[in-house]
Each structure stands twice: as structure tokens, then as C-alpha cells.
């Protein structure tokens, strides 16, 4: 199970931290991702981690404002989202990667959180 | 970055059709393409992994292919259940990226 948290309404330019709680699984051993859906729109991938953080990697759109990280010793993921933008408005989802390498499908996703970037 | 064109973007459907979505990759992906459903309000579910492979637990009426940069998804006789809106997504190389989406609408 993954619970997405950390949501809300924040103004344009400033941050906004979101976790992930993950259980029911050996998290340390799994890629995860996160992925977002903005209102009516499709899914767009944001960012990725491998198990031991050795492979990071971000959207066009959100590299170098976000930050993707993880505590394998809390079962927790993690996202750092700064300089944010009226376009980064959307649903938040974390997701499970079917192995410890990136390179894998999505086989558990959180029931997301939403954030709101206006003024 | 790899863009994966899905179409068609949406269509009706009637109970017991036999329904096709393809997805095109801007460039080789090998297999490393997956399949999610997704209904309103609700996450997406994986439906196909490795251009092929079913998800466990997801009903065989599901199967999906390949061909070169091409794939499809196919539901052999469409369900009341399967009306919903599905991507594609391309895991070959960051950044990872989904296709625009196939909304399956009730005839």
C-alpha cells in the first residue's frame, strides 16, 4: 500500500514537500516513481529512483525545481518540489516499480495527493 | 525525449466488441512498454507489462503486442467494466513518458 501526503494550496513560486508511505512490501527493494495527473488531463511521468538511489531521473518540466528522494530505513518517498508553477497544479501519485531498476512497469500506486499552485 | 503516440484519443464501444488501441514510439523501446486502465476518480491499474505480459490477475480477455515501434492493446470481447480511459507507457529510458490516453466509451 502507498499513501501519498504533504497536498495543498501553495502560491506561485514557492515549495512544497510530499511523501509517500509505503507498506505491505520489502520497500528497499524497489524503484519508485512519482507521477501526476492534472484536472481532465492524462498522466505525465515526474520523477523516478532506484532502490538504492543510484538512478534518478526527472521530467523536462520539472528538472531542476523538483527533487526526488527516499529513506529505505522509514519506508518513505519523497518529493521536493520548489519554485513551483501555476502548471505544476495536478494530482499527485507515488508508484511501485515492479523491480529495483527503474526500468519497470508501476504494479502499486497511492490514491494521490493533490496540489494547488495559485494565487 | 521518446514521444508515445496513442490513438485513437477516444471511441464507443458496445458489450462483447473486440476493441484495439495502438501506441507508437517516437523511437525503439525494445519491450519495455506497459498498459494501465484507469476509471474516474480512481489510480491506474496495470493491465500488461513487457509489451506482452499479463498482469497478474487481470483477465485474459486483455492481451497486448508488438511490432517494431508499434503496440497495441486489444480486449477480445469487451466487458461493461473495461469502459475507461488507458494509457500507454514507454519505461525503455528516463525521461519516462505515457501516451495521451484512449477514453473506451459505452455506445
Known amino acids: 500500500q502507498l499513501v501519498e501526503s504533504g497536498g495543498g494550496l501553495v502560491q506561485p513560486g514557492r515549495s512544497l514537500r510530499l511523501s509517500c508511505a509505503a507498506s505491505?512490501?520489502?520497500?528497499?527493494?524497489?524503484?519508485m516513481h512519482w507521477v501526476r495527473q492534472a484536472p481532465g488531463k492524462g498522466l505525465e511521468w515526474v520523477s523516478g529512483?532506484?532502490?538504492?538511489?543510484?538512478?534518478?531521473g526527472y521530467a523536462d518540466s520539472v528538472k531542476g525545481r523538483f527533487t526526488i528522494s527516499r529513506d529505505n530505513a522509514k519506508n518513505s518517498l519523497f518529493l521536493q518540489m520548489n519554485i513551483l508553477r501555476v502548471e505544476d497544479t495536478a494530482l499527485y501519485y507515488c508508484?511501485?516499480?515492479?523491480?529495483?531498476?527503474?526500468?519497470?512497469?508501476?504494479?502499486?500506486w497511492g490514491q494521490g495527493t493533490m496540489v494547488t499552485v495559485s494565487s | 525525449a521518446i514521444r508515445m503516440t496513442q490513438s485513437p484519443s477516444s471511441f464507443s464501444a458496445s458489450t462483447g466488441d473486440r476493441v484495439t488501441i495502438t501506441c507508437r514510439a517516437s523511437?525503439?523501446?525494445?519491450?519495455?512498454l506497459a498498459w494501465y486502465q484507469q476509471k474516474p476518480g480512481k489510480a491506474p491499474k496495470l493491465l500488461i507489462f513487457?509489451?506482452?505480459t499479463l498482469q497478474s490477475g487481470v483477465p485474459s480477455r486483455f492481451s497486448g503486442s508488438e511490432s517494431g515501434t508499434d503496440f497495441t492493446l486489444t480486449i477480445s470481447c469487451l466487458q461493461s467494466e473495461d469502459f475507461a480511459t488507458y494509457y500507454c507507457?514507454?519505461?525503455?529510458?528516463?525521461?519516462?513518458?505515457f501516451g495521451g490516453g484512449t477514453k473506451v466509451e459505452i455506445k
Open positions: 505491505g512490501f520489502t520497500f528497499n527493494d524497489y524503484a
Open positions: 523511437q525503439g523501446i525494445s519491450s519495455y
Open positions: 513487457a509489451a506482452s
Open positions: 508508484a511501485k516499480g515492479y523491480s529495483g531498476s527503474c526500468s519497470a512497469a508501476f504494479n502499486i
Open positions: 529512483i532506484s532502490w538504492n538511489s543510484g538512478s534518478i
Open positions: 507507457q514507454q519505461y525503455y529510458s528516463y525521461p519516462q513518458t
